[in-house]
Every structure is written in structure tokens, then in C-alpha cells.
């Protein structure tokens, strides 16, 4: 794998420079916006960067950090920032009721294929105005080919970029930021991977990451279930005219193999009185959800890719569902790669891959 060629961009995406960096980490995430950073000699640095870009990847980063820093008679500037993904979150999905906001929407949920909720959440909430103010998040919207599972959101006042990537998580989707240097825009685009899995239905070339076959070196498998809750206790206590009331649900989310449940014990923030009772159940249920996401089963694979392997972004890429194949543990899993963390440094480039929590075949 070859490394890739970088450009500074000003506040109006005009060219600065093109970079040449003694060490670039480059750090792709499929459910979470990336990260890079980038250290330069001083003499390459110029006050007017503000953006970092490459025809080599899907990534914008803005610059939002700024490092100078003298070691004996070496002096360098580290640059480090986020990728445009993070731009959503500088709006907030805020519940639906009186507000000043003028373009607020009028709906309190959306449902349907998880693709579609998306695209519903990002074009209503990507510019809010005031009678005095307006922020606009400048990204232009991509077209829903209504792919993914059924699904039901809230307005429970997340961040903007967190809220997508919940609603499109389920069904092994992400959201990008894709930038077009030619004409100067951003745009929102819902994505997903390709099924590189072995004996894929979709006829794709598989992917097979394993010790056995030596594509892969310094594997750290960690297998934890300490914390993992799979069923919700939901309850909602509310006061009306000084009488405190209380409605609570139970919801059920075993995976595959569970053989007991474990109750996660969470309390509602819902307003009944914006719901009938039918919608109530199912904004607690969703609620309950959300929460027992942060109660997973632990199941971390991370190692670090083998040059003379995979090619990749030509035969794998982030996003794309691979087997897993860890004899040494009895392992046979189908995961999805969630992270990719590049480093060049010295002319050598190297990759640590991050993978979600696999489909476990074999254990």
C-alpha cells in the first residue's frame, strides 16, 4: 500500500501548499467521525490552513488543532482535526414543542427504512433559524434509496451526526461527508459496505482475515461480557397537579446464544403528555434500545493489515463485512470492519484494522 499525497486548504477551500508530513496518522471510522494528524517542518506551515484534503480518500479534515513544538534544533507544527462527518454535530435535535426556531419540523418521530429516517433527520435539522439568526451546516443532501431495517426515531434532543449514526447502525449502515474539490460542496450520503464474507451471496471476492493463513499479524482478540445487559426495565415517572405517576416497560433484546437475560434498569425522559399511549410505548421501547447499546457484549478484533496481503480500498474498505478466522482461539466470526488507522512515518506505511462486534460461528 502506497501512502497518499495531501493539500492545505484556506477558509474558502482555496489551495494553501501541498503538505509533505514526516508522520500522518489517518484514522477512518464507520459509526463515529475519523481523525487525523499530520506533523510538518515549520518552514511548511502557514497561518491561513484550515483544511486538509486528498484525492486519495473520501475524507475532508478540518483543522482544529494546532501544535507548535521545538525539540533541541528541531522545530515542527503537529496538525490535528476532525473529518466532516463531525460537522453535524454542530446542530441538535432538539423535542418537539414551542420554539423559536422558524423551520422546525412538525413531527415528533419518523419511521420507515432506516435509510429514509435518516435523510428525514438530516434535511430537517441541517439548517436552524431564527427571527435573528441562521445556522447552516452548508452540506447538501444526498438521494435515500430506502435500504436498512424498519425503523422508529425520536426527537430526544441528540446531537445531529450521533442521532444518524444510531438510527443507521443496526442495519450495518454508516453516513459520509463526501467533497467535491472541482465544484466546492459537501454532501450528505448514507453508505454501507460490501458482504466480503466467504460464500457471500452477492458474488463479491470474500475476504479472509486469519492467522492460519499468515494475512495478518499482531491480533488482539479481547472477549468480555462483564457489563452486557440485554433486556430494559424502562420507567417513566411524571408529576401532574402534585400526583406523581409512573409507567414502565419491559424490553427484551437477546442475541444469538443468549441462554439468561440481564436487566438494565433505566429511567425515562419522555414527556407523556406529547405521546398517546400507543406512541409512548413504542418511544419507551426505542428509548430502551438506545439505552442497552451501551451495555454490548465486548468482543474487540483489532491487528494490524500484512503489505503483501489484501489490497487496501481495492479489495477491502472500510465498512465491508469480512470472516475472521482465530484457530488459536477456536474462533470463527463474520465482523465488519469499523476502523481503519493508517500511519506513514519514514516512507513506511502501516495499518492497525478495527472490526465491530463479530457474528461468532464458531467458539
Request: glycine share 6%; proline share 2%.
Amino acid at each position: 500500500m502506497k501512502g497518499f499525497n495531501t493539500i492545505a486548504l484556506d477558509k474558502n477551500y482555496q489551495i494553501v501548499s501541498l503538505i509533505r508530513s514526516t508522520n500522518l496518522q489517518w484514522s477512518r471510522k464507520f459509526h463515529e467521525a475519523g481523525t487525523f494528524s499530520i506533523q510538518i517542518p515549520i518552514e511548511q506551515y502557514n497561518s491561513s490552513m484550515r483544511y486538509i484534503y486528498t484525492k486519495d480518500r473520501t475524507e475532508l479534515g478540518k483543522i482544529t488543532q494546532i501544535n507548535y513544538v521545538r525539540q533541541q534544533q528541531y522545530k515542527y507544527i503537529q496538525l490535528s482535526g476532525y473529518f466532516m462527518e463531525k460537522t453535524l454535530d454542530r446542530h441538535v435535535i432538539f423535542q418537539n414543542g414551542e420554539s423559536n426556531v422558524t423551520n422546525a419540523p412538525s413531527w415528533s418521530f419518523q419511521s420507515g427504512k432506516a435509510e429514509d429516517v435518516a435523510y428525514a433527520f438530516f434535511n430537517a435539522f441541517k439548517t436552524l433559524t431564527t427571527a435573528s439568526a441562521s445556522s447552516n451546516l452548508n452540506i447538501i443532501s444526498g438521494i435515500s434509496l430506502g435500504r436498512g431495517k424498519d425503523s422508529v426515531h425520536y426527537r430526544n434532543g441528540e446531537l445531529l451526526g450521533w442521532k444518524i449514526y444510531d438510527i443507521l447502525k443496526p442495519s450495518g449502515m454508516s453516513y459520509r461527508v463526501l467533497y467535491d474539490f472541482v465544484e466546492s460542496n459537501k454532501k450528505f450520503e448514507v453508505w454501507s459496505g460490501f458482504d466480503r464474507t466467504e460464500n457471500n451471496a452477492d458474488g463479491n471476492n470474500p475476504i479472509i482475515f486469519s492467522t492460519k493463513y499468515g494475512n495478518i499479524k499482531n491480533p488482539n482478540i479481547l472477549i468480555d461480557d462483564t457489563e452486557y445487559k440485554n433486556a430494559c426495565l424502562n420507567t417513566n415517572e411524571q408529576t401532574d397537579n402534585d400526583v406523581t405517576t409512573y409507567v414502565s416497560r419491559a424490553t427484551f433484546n437477546a442475541a444469538s446464544g443468549d441462554d439468561e437475560y440481564w436487566f438494565l434498569s433505566n429511567s425515562s425522559t419522555l414527556n407523556r403528555n406529547e405521546y398517546t399511549s400507543s406512541d409512548l410505548a413504542v418511544a419507551m421501547d426505542n428509548e430502551a434500545l438506545n439505552a442497552l447499546t451501551g451495555y454490548p457484549k465486548i468482543i474487540n478484533v483489532e491487528f494490524d493489515a500484512m503489505e503483501s496481503s489484501y489490497e487496501y480500498r481495492t479489495d477491502f474498505d472500510l465498512g465491508d463485512l469480512c470472516s475472521i478466522e482465530i484457530p488459536e482461539m477456536d474462533l470463527s466470526a463474520q465482523a465488519r470492519l469499523i476502523g481503519c488507522y493508517e500511519v506513514m512515518k519514514s516512507g513506511q506505511w502501516s495499518m492497525t484494522m478495527e472490526f465491530g462486534t463479530p457474528i461468532i460461528l464458531k467458539r
